[in-house]
């Protein structure tokens, strides 16, 4: 298993550009989330999802959209990007749909993202 | 308010120079505890999950120990390559699946 797979790992975006991260994991997991890591600072959440086609939001979503139309894939979209959205970006997964109780995360990567 | 604090922010040890770092948390009702190892430019990895004051897990070096308001992760004779940022996060039994990360504790192991 490839586990949680993000894209791209690094990009930089001029004020007001958009773009989408993706993400992808292969575990067959319910959950899945979006973080953000400023430095010095813990991971906040952006928004998560708990299936297909059910999203929500965390503590920042503000300037960020999800959808969430397979189990596989989250992706988060940046419209009108702005220098306050730079940071690293984590997803995550969590709770296989049948067979286990851990509930513990699996994180990907990252994506390291810089609005000039 | 559902909270974690982590402390110290940092810490450096010597090789050998055992120690621990802490966890305190408020939360309406746990579900579970868990602490992370994150190196430089990588996701968390998960090390341990905690669900019971009282419990205990290990892994080699590390020690992982819950009470009711706190969880402390014990380095055992740590070598430089335990160097890395641990993070400790909650979830509450509040009726959502999200969980709550402190900004952790960034330990260097010198040799």
């Known amino acids: 298993n490839a586990g949680v797979t993000q894209t791209p790992k690094f990009r930089i975006l001029k004020i007001g550009q958009s773009m989408t991260l993706q993400c992808t994991q292969d575990?067959?997991?319910?959950?899945m989330y979006w973080y953000r890591q400023d430095p010095g600072m813990g991971l906040k959440l952006i928004y998560y999802?708990?299936?297909?086609?059910?999203?929500d939001k965390g503590e920042v979503p503000n300037g960020y959209n999800v959808s969430r139309s397979t189990t596989e894939d989250f992706p988060l979209r940046l419209e009108l990007a702005a220098p306050s959205q730079t940071s690293v970006y984590f997803c995550?997964?969590?709770?296989?749909?049948?067979?286990?109780?851990?509930?513990?995360?699996?994180f990907g990567p990252g994506t390291r993202l810089t609005v000039l | 308010e559902d909270q974690v604090t982590q402390s110290p922010e940092a810490l450096r040890l010597q090789e050998g120079e055992s120690s621990s770092l802490n966890c305190s948390y408020t939360?309406?009702?746990?579900?579970?505890l868990f602490w992370y190892r994150q190196d430089p430019g990588k996701g968390p990895e998960f090390l341990f999950t905690?669900?019971?004051a009282g419990e205990e897990k290990e892994k080699e070096r590390l020690k992982a120990t819950l009470t009711k308001k706190e969880s402390f992760l014990h380095i055992t004779a740590p070598k430089p390559e335990d160097s890395a940022t641990y993070l400790c996060?909650?979830?509450?039994?509040?009726?959502?699946?999200?969980?709550?990360f402190g900004t952790g504790t960034r330990l260097k192991v010198l040799a």
């Open positions: 995550a997964s969590s709770y296989p749909q049948q067979g286990s109780s851990y509930n513990e995360q699996f």
């Open positions: 905690l669900y019971s």
């Open positions: 999802s708990v299936g297909a086609g059910i999203t």
């Open positions: 575990m067959n997991h319910n959950y």
């Open positions: 996060a909650v979830q509450a039994t509040s009726g959502t699946y999200k969980y709550i």
């Open positions: 939360v309406s009702g746990l579900r579970g």
